[in-house]
């Protein structure tokens, strides 16, 4: 079994920074890309960042110049730094990641349970 955490979401105010982490624990060869996405209220699930094992990363357009995503292989984790947050940031943020388990020949993608971000004065 795998298994992806997210933490580190909450409340913030306008224009201040969040940093949210994602781990992957389990019966884990390797792990590909790691994504991060969000659905907001009434919004359809979005692709916010991604990273591949080798570093290459990927942003949506609303959060270009703001979010950064990085990601530690020794650990299996993923972060996601959040700078310059806006109101419409708030959403349901959650980590999927694409994962090979031991013993086994094929991937799986796997998600997290997901960490609510709310970003209101």
């Known amino acids: 079994q795998v298994q992806l955490v997210e933490s580190g979401g909450g409340l913030v105010q306008p224009g201040g920074s969040l940093r949210l982490s994602c781990a992957a624990s389990?019966?884990?060869?390797?792990?590909?890309?790691m994504d991060w996405y969000r659905q907001g209220p009434g919004k359809e699930r979005e692709l916010v960042a991604g990273i591949s094992s080798g570093g290459s990363t990927t942003y949506g357009d609303s959060v270009k110049g703001r979010f950064t995503i990085s990601r530690d292989n020794a650990k299996n984790t993923a972060y996601l730094q959040m700078n310059s947050l806006k109101p419409e940031d708030t959403a349901v943020y959650y980590c999927?990641?694409?994962?090979?388990?031991?013993?086994?020949?094929?991937?799986?993608?796997?998600w997290g349970q997901g960490t609510q971000v709310t970003v209101s004065s």
């Open positions: 999927n990641a694409e994962i090979r388990p031991r013993g086994t020949f094929t991937s799986i993608h796997c």
């Open positions: 389990g019966n884990i060869r390797s792990i590909n890309v």
